[in-house]
């Protein structure tokens, strides 16, 4: 109980509300008047509500809780309850939203509403997902699929959204469906960027004989920290320190300008990092720098 209660649950509940919101209100105001079409269950319930008249917030429920209870083991408590909530949150805000006398005019464009539809519904389920909470079933389906049939929970996904997105041609034309295609990248990219943080920055690793000097530059011109990795040549067989650190985007250009003075022929490997949190990233920024600037010092 105090678990539940703590104030991480609450903001974890909260964000799921608040993303499923967003996700049924493009749901209801992009998706159906535009006659985009959804991949997972989603896009199931639109199937149905275009062939048979049947309430999205209605489907929500009946093809989501089966699939919650028979794969109930195969979810941890947190991600049980997480799931739960999400799957009646978007029911809600499903039946919600249609109440709502609201009626948005985009002239008829479809590659506007793709864009735009796929920015906001990314950013709402890209929430929900931030805290591990998901808005509906197929997630559970994979898992299944994977446990019993071996195939990978990303390739399931796959299949299950292209057969789901191949049946929705039963009430769109294909030109809707490559509106669609557009909506679905949109959609997967913010929330890719919704989960890995909203903050890019890079890696550099460094092998050089002359890391040790390179490294007290790197730190106070940077104002960087800088971690050394013990490693050997596979040919020979030296002991090596390769330097680790990691900077925004627009300070690799100046650390490769300082390794290149000292050592030009450093060997320098540059990789994305989705997410970067602690000092001098993310949520968490110190008051003052970490070194203190002292005259350059150059080779």
Not at 71 to 89: A, E, N, Q
Not at 241 to 260: D, S, Y
Request: glycine share 10%.
């Amino acid at each position: 109980m105090k678990d539940i209660l703590s104030l991480k649950t609450i903001k974890d509940f909260t964000f799921i509300l608040l993303g499923t919101a967003i996700f049924g209100f493009t749901v209801i105001f992009f998706n159906i008047p535009n006659d985009l079409a959804e991949g997972g269950i989603t896009g199931i319930t639109l199937i149905a509500r275009s062939l048979f008249g049947i309430n999205p917030a209605i489907t929500t429920l009946l093809f989501n809780i089966p699939l919650i209870l028979i794969g109930r083991k195969h979810l941890g408590i947190r991600s049980f309850y997480y799931t739960i909530l999400g799957t009646f949150g978007l029911s809600f805000w499903l039946a919600f939203w249609q109440s709502v006398p609201i009626k948005i005019d985009l002239n008829h464009d479809l590659l506007i509403a793709s864009l735009l539809g796929g920015l906001i519904a990314g950013f709402g389920v890209g929430l929900v997902y931030k805290v591990g909470g998901t808005t509906g079933g197929s997630d559970i389906v994979a898992r299944i699929v994977e446990k019993y049939f071996g195939v990978s929970v990303g390739r399931s996904l796959f299949v299950f959204d292209v057969i789901v997105l191949t049946a929705s041609l039963t009430y769109i034309s294909l030109v809707q469906m490559m509106y669609t295609l557009i909506y679905a990248y949109v959609f997967s990219k913010v929330i890719d960027s919704i989960i890995d943080g909203g903050y890019s920055a890079k890696g550099i690793y460094v092998l050089s004989n002359r890391n040790t000097e390179i490294a007290p530059v790197l730190m106070t011109e940077l104002q960087r920290g800088v971690t050394y990795l013990d490693g050997e040549g596979a040919y020979s067989r030296q002991e090596k320190k390769m330097i680790f650190m990691v900077l925004t985007p627009q300070e690799v250009p100046e650390a490769k300008r300082i390794i290149h003075e000292f050592d030009p022929s450093a060997f320098i490997s540059i990789i994305n990092v989705h997410e970067a949190l602690g000092e001098g990233f993310g949520h968490f920024q110190p008051e003052k720098r970490l070194f203190k600037r002292t005259k350059k010092q150059r080779p």
